[in-house]
């Protein structure tokens, strides 16, 4: 029986880059490196109360090719969540917008990582 969504693994170019951007943008702490012949070529990331997990794996081929994609939509807890993260992110100088979702909801679009993958948040 599946239960659910363990981790998103994201290509990146720059694990270093990539890090402190989830860490500092979106709050995600590091749980796991995983270092190949002395180098850290991927990360598993968590926050406080958050599934799934989101690993980074060096790829930079792989990272290009999804510039501009947006292959994550992060669940928060409310409609006036997403208002807050809006805020919060308009202080951190992180380019974004809010938008009504299908279900008449609120949804954070326009939030890129270091290589323009679109990371959404989302409330119904």
Known sequence: MLIG???IKLPV???ARSR?????VLGFE????????GVVNGLALQ???????????????????????DPVALL???????QRWSARLHDL????DVV?????????????????IEIRLYAD
């Open 47 to 69: 926050c406080d109360g958050c599934q799934p997990q989101i690993a980074l794996r060096l790829d930079p081929d792989r990272a290009r090719a999804w510039s501009g994609f």
């Open 20 to 24: 402190a951007w989830y860490q500092r």
């Open 100 to 116: 009504q979702g299908h279900h008449g909801g609120a949804v954070l679009v326009g939030l890129h990582d270091p290589d323009g």
């Open 76 to 82: 928060v807890s409310s409609r006036d969540e997403v």
């Open 93 to 96: 100088g992180e380019p974004h």
């Open 13 to 15: 170019s720059d694990v």
């Open 5 to 7: 969504i363990h981790h």
């Open 30 to 37: 590091t749980t796991i490196e995983f270092v190949e012949e």
